[in-house]
């Protein structure tokens, strides 16, 4: 069954850093690049960025660049996402998908509710 | 203009066809193709049509995407209770050399 499986909810404090992993089942790992998109509470979808799985080739939105890293484990089928610096705003479900380009985020993972809280 | 906009919310009643609309600019939809996402509450977002009017596997033909300029819209027939979801235009942004999405449009079933 293809499927992506994230991380569980974490609070953190203000200026802390945050690591989510997003493993990958059931499709070659290598095949695909993994996106990565948060959602605010009652806001819709932000597109983060994106990694490739089979190189180092990475793509940031301005906003988060310098402040975001996403790595891939092809040992493990693994992806991370490390956002540093949290403010209150970054409060938000994080999501890894599997990214098709112009077709589209076909494949989800159930999120991951990151909070920040002093 | 590099943002997406999408009606707040729309309504319909079973069995009826209603549209969803997304507007942008020619850095994103005049010059790429669109996809358009449903989300339940607490779920993940699901791809419901890609590159501008084609469905992935399972999506009934129910759904029918097009666009036009720097428009595009999304056409549900046979509304159904379950249809009850909000709805999210993306495309790929020039200048913001990423993925953008519409703020997202409410569908109620009435």
């Known amino acids: 069954q293809v499927q992506l499986v994230q991380s569980g909810a974490e609070l953190k404090n203000p200026g802390a850093s945050v690591r989510v992993s997003c493993k990958a089942c059931?499709?070659?790992?290598?095949?695909?690049?993994m996106t990565w998109v948060r959602q605010a509470p009652g806001q819709g979808p932000e597109w983060m960025g994106w990694t490739s799985t089979s190189d180092d080739d990475k793509n940031y939105v301005e906003k988060f660049r310098g402040r975001v890293t996403m790595t891939a484990d092809r040992s493990t089928s693994t992806v991370y996402m490390e956002l540093r610096s949290l403010q209150y705003d970054d409060t938000a479900t994080y999501f890894c998908?599997?990214?098709?380009?112009?077709?589209?985020?076909?494949?989800w993972g159930q999120g991951t509710m990151i909070t920040v809280s002093s | 203009q590099s943002e997406l906009t999408q009606p707040p919310s729309t309504s319909g009643t079973p069995g009826q066809r209603v549209i969803l609309s997304c507007f942008g600019g020619s850095s994103n939809i005049g010059g790429h193709t669109v996809n358009w996402y449903r989300q339940l509450p607490g779920a993940a977002p699901k791809l419901l049509i890609y590159e501008n009017f084609q469905r992935p596997p399972g999506v009934p033909d129910r759904f029918t995407g097009s666009k036009s300029g720097t428009s595009a819209s999304l056409a549900i027939s046979g509304l159904r209770p379950d249809d009850e979801a909000d709805y999210y235009c993306?495309?790929?942004?020039?200048?913001?050399?990423?993925?953008?999405f519409g703020g997202g449009t409410k569908l109620t079933v009435l």
């Open positions: 059931g499709y070659t790992f290598i095949d695909f690049g």
């Open positions: 998908a599997v990214d098709h380009g112009t077709k589209g985020f076909d494949i």
């Open positions: 993306s495309v790929w942004d020039d200048n913001l050399n990423g993925w953008m």
